[in-house]
């Protein structure tokens, strides 16, 4: 019956757990739906994108048109139309107009200033994305070492009480019921660890889901290894193409050589527009016997400190271009090596996970059975039979993160290439 129960697998009961149960188990697609939906920093960037494109239409806007109204050359000393012919009311009506290219120039840019602020807000999908995948996996791994820790508590009792039977017909030690003990607390130590990690793990959530942070989420349920059905060149060359990060960059440099072309231009003048109508009253001695007044003309800005002005902005949209390549090329090197880093972090988690699975949980099982069969003949001692009990729980326990980081990893992973890696048509 006891070894029975020694050599469990790792299907532990959920029910463990506090506050967990089967009903409760959690669908990772489902909370990833809901925190894209509810984050609010997600939202944040949504509305500062809407914003932005907001804003091109009124880049490439002509200025609004003027209307002015005079009343024109009145005598202080009647305040009257009729009294002189130069008199008279006046409306005119005038429009700015810029040098070709500049309103164009204008929208390009707030129309590339947009593209990198969707960009922006893609890349924080998949942050999003990714801070929800972290938070599941951990509480995977917890839930699950809870339930491992329990279950070795349970089983260590058992160790004492067999310990405190030897030692009272005289064939075992006070040692090794005072060992037990020590390691009971210890175990009891670990559990207020892992539950209190737990409770943040929880909270973390909740805050990327737009909860309540005392809000209990669930239990994440079964966690198995997802193969990558990549190469590191592959995802490497993936993230390249489809990072928004990247792409945002790019909209950036783009944004930056629209400013120098614009600013190239704004040494041009522009011009204004203007017609005006004059309406008099018919006065007697008049050359034009009181015939209404129309005038145009043409009006134009002097670009006389361009050396200043104009010229500044050209050397100052140069310096912003060399910026930006700077800073796409500083990210895309920060790409390669997060992806490198990742992918071998998830190989050595894969293979680990593989070798105690195949090799190393096996044979402490085998370890503790023989140590277990030993001690009940008085072949073994206690400290010997408590020691392979202690690493297999530590093996058990080590397996399942080594399960859990891989899919932590992968999670990274995808969030740095912009794009899930679990397809199963190359489509890349």
Same mark, same amino acid.
């Given at each position: 019956m006891y070894l029975t129960r020694l050599l469990r697998t790792f299907a532990v009961a959920v &029910?463990?757990?506090?506050?967990?149960?089967? +009903?409760? $188990? %959690?669908?990772?697609? &489902? %909370?990833? !739906?809901? +925190? %894209?939906? =509810?984050n609010p920093s997600l939202a944040t960037l949504k509305h500062r994108w809407n914003a932005f494109e907001a804003r091109?239409?009124? +880049?490439? &806007?002509?200025?609004?048109?003027?209307?002015?109204?005079?009343?024109?050359?009145?005598?202080t000393s009647s305040f009257s139309f009729g009294r002189t012919p130069m008199s008279g009311k006046s409306i005119m009506i005038s429009q700015k107009l810029p040098f070709p290219g500049k309103l164009s120039g204008m929208e390009k840019m707030a129309r590339h200033a947009a593209g990198a602020a969707g960009e922006q807000y893609e890349d924080r999908e998949s942050g999003i994305v990714n801070l929800v995948k972290q938070a599941y996996y951990t509480l995977a791994f917890l839930d699950r070492a809870i339930a491992i820790t329990r279950e070795n508590e349970s089983l260590l009792r058992d160790l004492i009480r067999i310990a405190q039977s030897k030692y009272a017909v005289g064939r075992g030690l006070q040692q090794d019921v005072l =060992? /037990?003990?020590v390691s009971l607390s210890s175990l009891k130590d670990r559990l207020i660890h892992l539950s209190t990690e737990r409770a943040v793990t929880e909270a973390k959530l909740n805050l990327v889901l737009n909860r309540s942070p005392q809000g209990q989420v669930g239990n994440p349920g079964e966690i198995t290894l997802t193969p990558i059905q990549f190469s590191l060149e592959e995802i490497q060359q993936a993230a390249l193409d489809t990072r928004p990060a990247l792409k945002g960059?790019?909209?950036a440099i783009l944004k930056w050589k629209a400013a120098e072309d614009l600013a190239r231009r704004m040494i041009w003048p522009d011009f204004t527009l203007s017609l005006a109508y004059r309406q008099r009253d018919r006065i007697a001695g008049d050359p034009v016997k009181g015939a209404d007044f129309l005038s145009f003309g043409v009006g134009m800005n002097l670009p006389l400190f361009k050396?200043? =002005?104009?010229?500044?902005?050209?050397?100052? /949209?140069?310096?912003?271009i060399r910026m930006a390549q700077s800073q796409e090329e500083s990210v895309r090197q920060q790409i390669l090596f997060q992806t490198r880093v990742a992918f071998l972090e998830i190989e050595r988690h894969s293979e680990e996970a593989t070798l105690f699975r195949t090799a190393i949980l096996p044979q402490a099982e085998q370890s503790l059975e023989s140590a277990m069969s030993g001690y009940q003949v008085d072949k073994v001692d206690f400290l010997t039979l408590l020691n392979n009990q $202690?690493? %297999?729980?530590?093996?058990?326990?080590d397996y399942y993160r080594h399960v859990t980081g891989h899919e932590k990893k992968?999670? !990274?992973?995808?969030? $740095?290439?912009?794009?899930?890696?679990?397809?199963? !048509?190359?489509?890349w």
């Open positions: &029910a463990l757990v506090p506050g967990v149960g089967s +009903a409760d $188990v %959690l669908d990772l697609n &489902a %909370l990833i !739906e809901e +925190a %894209l939906e =509810k091109v239409p009124q +880049a490439g &806007a002509l200025m609004d048109p003027m209307v002015r109204f005079d009343a024109m050359n009145l005598p =060992k /037990a003990q960059m790019e909209h050396g200043r =002005k104009q010229r500044q902005q050209v050397v100052e /949209a140069q310096a912003n $202690v690493t %297999l729980f530590n093996f058990e326990i992968l999670a !990274e992973l995808e969030a $740095v290439v912009g794009r899930p890696l679990d397809r199963t !048509e190359r489509s």
